[in-house]
């Protein structure tokens, strides 16, 4: 029996958005699955290096968001309202023991989850590889089709 295989698109680099492609291929891994995230356009910033406990999530156009009380969007494109919005998340992960995005992303490397950084993106936004934290492949998107050609989950987000 071959080894299950899954694949993720991670395409946005906010902090709310960053958990669930590391907890999912995490848990994977865990769970001996073969592991790969391909990291697009916006995704790319969670590679950057020194830059995983620095994202951000904004309350703006973000109407799912639990706060303590509505905020409407006005209000949310106050300034100060995304590093508040961005201390009660990360405060509420702390508060449940859910690890932080620099701890997801070691974790995910030391798992041998496969990172793939989207060459066109990085050109795309002038990045090098150097950029980014150690592990990390640099690939098109073909490289990731390739991969998710053969895997029984693949998953968008």
Do not use: R
């Not at 680099?13 to 790969?36: H, K, Q, R, W």
């Not at 020194?50 to 799912?64: E, H, I, Q």
């Not at 150690?134 to 693949?154: F, K, T, Y």
């Amino acid at each position: 029996m071959t080894k299950k295989k899954m694949t993720i698109i991670a395409s946005k680099g906010t902090l709310d958005m960053a958990y669930p492609p590391l907890i999912l291929a995490t848990t994977a891994a865990a769970m001996d699955v073969d592991v790969t995230i391909f990291f697009t356009f916006y995704g790319l910033e969670i590679l950057k290096k020194n830059n995983a406990d620095k994202l951000k999530v904004s309350p703006l156009g973000n109407p799912a968001m639990p706060m303590p009380m509505p905020i409407p969007t006005l209000v949310s494109s106050l300034p100060g309202m995304e590093a508040m919005a961005t201390a009660m998340m990360k405060s509420m992960c702390k508060k449940h023991g859910v690890a932080s995005i620099g701890t997801l992303l070691d974790l995910a490397i030391e798992s041998g989850v496969k990172l793939i950084a989207c060459q066109m993106t990085m050109d795309l936004f002038g990045y090098k590889k150097e950029a980014l934290v150690d592990g990390v492949e640099v690939g098109g998107a073909a490289a990731w089709l390739d991969i998710a050609a053969d895997s029984q989950i693949n998953l968008f987000i």
